[in-house]
């Protein structure tokens, strides 16, 4: 069975940093647009940052532009969402996402109609 794994989430003070991976299990995702997607408490899923198969091209929402940084690391088959200064307001549960096609991700928001393969989850708490 093919999963997303998340870790990496937790609590952290505002303007501190953590580093989220997605690891896929059951098969190599080497093909695909892989992604990060979050949900706040009371509010629709929102994009968050995204990586196409080449791991060339890297998009951001705006609220996270400067602080986030996406990567992939192919030997260890793993995506990495780097969060810097982070603010109460990026509180959420940050779902790893994978589509052959990158803009699911970017532009599916809230639905995401079809996306492939996502995660469970990891919970992100931003407070002092």
């Known amino acids: 069975q093919v999963q997303l794994v998340e870790s990496g989430g937790g609590l952290v003070q505002p303007g501190g940093s953590l580093r989220l991976s997605c690891r896929p299990s059951?098969?190599?995702?080497?093909?695909?647009?892989m992604g990060w997607v979050r949900q706040a408490p009371g509010k629709e899923r929102e994009f968050v940052a995204a990586?196409?198969?080449?791991?060339?091209?890297?998009y951001y929402a705006d609220s996270v532009k400067g602080r986030f940084t996406i990567s992939r690391d192919y030997a260890e088959n793993t995506v990495y969402l780097q969060m810097n200064s982070l603010r109460p307001e990026d509180t959420a549960v940050y779902y790893c996402?994978?589509?052959?096609?990158?803009?699911?991700?970017?532009?599916?928001?809230?639905?995401?109609?079809?996306?492939?393969?996502w995660g469970k989850g990891t919970l992100v708490t931003v407070s002092s």
């Open positions: 996402a994978a589509d052959k096609v990158l803009r699911t991700i970017v532009v599916g928001s809230p639905d995401y109609y079809g996306m492939d393969y």
């Open positions: 059951g098969r190599t995702f080497s093909s695909y647009a």
């Open positions: 990586i196409n198969w080449t791991g060339g091209s890297t």
